[in-house]
């Protein structure tokens, strides 16, 4: 089961937004609105930042946003904190795996 | 408020079998609509979902590795256990436990609370 497609790498400056996108097929992302993000700290595990494609889980601010269009969600983050330094990973429901499946990660940078 | 530990040995040899332990606490997999599940990240690399099990002993397996898992649940105890076959040097990882999110419709196919994780060595 392939993973979904995330950059490597983004940057920003404090104050300003940024956007990670993560590409699938109709098979997964495509096809169901069960998209959710994770936020990962160095050593640290994952927070579930968004879930099915828009939602934030009481307690996450609302800067953090999610999207979708066709084969592509969309996790936009705006205000860019310091703290907002971190690994970011997609996961999508797949109809081929029925256990879902993760992006390969994106690190971002805050300049 | 929910948490959850992972155990079990920090090292296994090729071949044998891994048996790790997700005790949790602030709610009961005898609960309707509740599921916990496991999920790894080799160092430096990305997560994959490994196994789920629902309060009703439905289970789901990551298709490349079905073969070699098993995931059970101990109600009684709070404790859900994952067994994998076989291990080899590329299952090396941090493997995680985490709280399945259910909302008004069901699944939501998300993973809201998680455990700390715990570093598996694969080495002879």
């Known amino acids: 089961q392939s993973a979904l497609t995330q950059p490597a790498s983004v940057s920003g400056s404090p104050g300003q937004s940024i956007t990670i996108s993560c590409t699938g097929t109709s098979s997964d992302v495509g096809g169901y609105n069960f998209v959710s993000w994770y936020q990962q700290h160095p050593g640290k595990a994952p927070k579930l930042m968004i879930y099915?494609?828009?939602n934030r889980p009481s307690g996450v601010s609302n800067r953090f946003s999610g999207s979708k269009s066709g084969n592509t969600a969309s996790l936009t983050i705006s205000g860019l904190q310091a703290e907002d330094e971190a690994d970011y990973y997609c996961n999508s429901y797949s109809s081929k795996s029925t256990l879902g499946i993760f992006g390969g990660g994106t690190k971002l940078t805050v300049l | 408020q929910i948490t959850l530990k992972e155990s079990g040995p920090t090292l296994v040899k090729p071949t044998q079998t891994l048996t790790l332990t997700c005790s949790f606490s602030g709610f009961s997999l005898s609960t309707s609509a509740v599921g916990v599940g496991w999920i790894r990240q080799p160092p430096g690399k990305a997560l994959e979902c490994l196994a789920l099990?629902?309060?009703?002993?439905?289970?789901r397996y990551s298709p490349s590795l079905k073969s070699r898992l098993t995931i059970t649940k101990d109600t009684s105890k709070n404790q859900v256990v994952l067994t994998m076959t076989n291990m080899d040097p590329v299952d090396t990882a941090t493997y995680y436990c985490a709280h399945r999110l259910m909302d008004d419709y069901g699944d939501s196919e998300a993973f809201d609370h998680w455990g700390q994780g715990t570093l598996v060595t694969v080495s002879s």
């Open positions: 099915e494609v828009t």
């Open positions: 099990i629902y309060w009703d002993d439905d289970k």
